[in-house]
T-cell receptor
Framework: DAMVIQNPRYQVTQFGKPVTLSCSQT?????MYWYQQKSSQAPKLLFH???????NEADTPDNFQSRRPNTSFCFLDIRSPGLGDAAMYLC????????????????FGAGSRLTVL | GQNIDQPTEMTATEGAIVQINCTYQ??????LFWYQQHAGEAPTFLSY??LDGLEEKGRFSSFLSRSKGYSYLLLKELQMKDSASYLC??????????WGAGTKLIIKP
């Protein structure tokens, strides 16, 4: 089945120790997104890629970086995690980013829950 | 600013009907989404409304009124597995997705 896969599902790190979260997709979607979601809050978009074009949200801290080496994979790097970075990190994909067709529906991975000690 | 409002929490009884409202103020409109999210899991897509009116999909229906900046998600014949958060999200004129904080739905036997 075509899907979005995130690894690891659970990540525990120490304060300041770098972390990399990965996302892969078999949907052949053009757009990949990284969201941060804290308990009982709306998902917050960190950045997204349209193909290789990187789009950073204005309020995404420099501590968060992303790479998309090919269509299928996208990585989220947290260079120096702080206690406030503990959250669920959601990867999502869509075929397109604009328009009003079903092609811009987001498909989410199962998420990576980050704990910072 | 842009804003999505949903009730924080609702409670309903198994077998009953519940309506979850969503009002929005956004710069432009390019569609409204409803997602279901079980605790600790990723959101899953429920519906996408672009035009006014009611769209039915099994036990779930979604309604949109663009002139009122209003949508609702209607869940019929509630089951215990429907206990989840329901997220409303709107695409604005720049195709940015604006998310609500979600409505936590608690189903009681």
């Amino acid at each position: 089945d075509a899907m979005v896969i995130q690894n690891p599902r659970y990540q525990v790190t120490q304060f300041g120790k770098p972390v990399t979260l990965s996302c892969s997709q078999t949907l052949n979607h053009n757009v990949m997104y990284w969201y941060q979601q804290k308990s009982s809050q709306a998902p917050k978009l960190l950045f997204h890629y349209y193909d290789k074009d990187f789009n950073n949200e204005a309020d995404t801290p420099d501590n968060f970086q992303s790479r998309r080496p090919n269509t299928s994979f996208c990585f989220l790097d947290i260079r120096s995690p702080g206690l406030g970075d503990a959250a669920m990190y959601l990867c999502a994909t869509s075929l397109i980013a604009g328009g009003t067709s079903g092609a811009n529906v987001l498909t989410f991975g199962a998420g990576s829950r980050l704990t910072v000690l | 600013g842009q804003n999505i409002d949903q009730p924080t929490e609702m409670t309903a009884t198994e077998g009953a009907i519940v309506q979850i409202n969503c009002t929005y103020q956004t710069s432009g409109f390019n569609g409204l989404f409803w997602y279901q999210q079980h605790a600790g899991e990723a959101p899953t897509f429920l519906s996408y409304n672009v035009l006014d009116g009611l769209e039915e999909k099994g036990r779930f229906s979604s309604f949109l009124s663009r002139s009122k900046g209003y949508s609702y998600l209607l869940l019929k014949e509630l089951q215990m597995k429907d206990s989840a958060s329901y997220l409303c999200a709107v695409k604005d004129s720049n195709y940015q997705l604006i998310w609500g904080a979600g409505t936590k739905l608690i189903i009681k036997p």
